[in-house]
């Protein structure tokens, strides 16, 4: 099967190469995937860099990225109904700790992590609902319904805000969301009630006059260590932190003081472990949104399998507004 891959951490033009490589045969327990789309986030971009602490080398000889796919299930390995072939289904976690991710014509991977599409769903929305799609959908619903709260979403611009705006929006929550000054429409047009520039000196005074002086009670945030004093002024007392990533800043401090005095809860979310009765309510809540046309993850550029290196360069890119796809021949 025709697959990109690379050996060697590097820039992507230098390590991502196109390989032939052999069509794996599903082992027990597992589907065989023909991939139509595979999506492409910043944690394979920042993986296939060896961008994590003392991480020299790819941890296999050869490493086809990403864990992001949509595709139709073609063969079934020992104790999975033969009825799944035919199966239009979308992946996840597709190249976790494993060697061959969705980079590739055919991927073979457990039974659970090939996930039934929606009638009428298409492979491309599929492509989105790993890595972004069950991240905004752990963040809103982690603690359960928000129907009635007020929730904060930071870079609601971004692929993951984005989707967390819309879910949240749509499950009855009123939604707070900062962005840059260029996206505000598109936030607003998601469902966003009230949208801020992130980089307004006076966000926090803003965030806060638009709860009533109540506070939020959600956050779903991208940027944690950026923000740590800010949400603990806009928060609501026994408010969540739900925070996903902390680029600009990981080893934040903390004003812990302020933490304290308002019983605020940090929820650290790395999607890629969740336990699986937390992850299987967000696949609920995925597939019921795609269904209903409640969630629509946007694209934002699109590449041929063999441009692989130039969509790895295009994720990474700081205004990205939405998802980066592969088209697999």
Request: net charge neutral; aromatic share 6%.
């Amino acid at each position: 099967m025709h697959a990109i891959s690379y050996s060697r951490f590097g820039p992507p033009n230098e390590v991502l190469a196109a390989c032939e490589i052999p069509t794996p045969d599903p082992g027990p327990g597992e589907v065989l995937v023909r991939l139509h789309v595979s999506g492409v986030n910043p944690s394979d971009a920042k993986a296939r860099a060896g961008a994590r602490p003392g991480v020299t080398k790819p941890a296999f000889p050869r490493v086809v990225p990403h864990s992001d796919g949509a595709g139709v299930i073609e063969a079934v390995g020992d104790g999975v109904p033969a009825a799944r072939i035919g199966t239009r289904v979308w992946i996840w976690n597709g190249q976790w700790q494993r060697a061959y991710g969705t980079a590739a014509q055919y991927i073979a991977l457990p039974a659970a992590q090939a996930v039934p599409l929606p009638k009428g769903v298409d492979f491309d929305i599929g492509a989105c609902l790993g890595i972004p799609g069950l991240t905004a959908a752990h963040t809103v619903f982690g603690g359960g319904c928000v129907a009635g709260q007020r929730l904060l979403v930071s870079g609601g611009a971004g692929a993951v805000g984005h989707n967390a705006v819309q879910l949240a929006s749509a499950a009855g929550a009123e939604v707070i969301a900062t962005c840059s000054h260029s996206a505000m429409d598109r936030v607003r047009a998601a469902g966003a009630a009230q949208v801020f520039d992130y980089a307004d000196p006076d966000l926090a005074e803003k965030i806060l006059q638009s709860t009533g002086g109540n506070g939020i009670d959600r956050a779903i945030e991208v940027e944690f260590g950026a923000n740590a004093t800010l949400l603990h002024e806009v928060m609501a007392p026994n408010g969540t932190i739900a925070a996903y990533g902390s680029g600009k800043d990981m080893t934040p401090q903390v004003p812990f003081g302020p933490y304290l005095f308002k019983a605020l809860k940090i929820d650290i979310i790395l999607i890629y472990i969740l336990p699986d009765a937390k992850r299987q309510a967000a696949i609920a809540r995925l597939s019921t949104a795609v269904e209903a046309g409640t969630l629509r993850p946007v694209i934002h550029a699109r590449f041929p399998l063999e441009d692989c290196a130039t969509a790895h360069e295009t994720v990474m890119r700081p205004g990205r507004a939405g998802a980066v796809l592969l088209d697999i021949p």
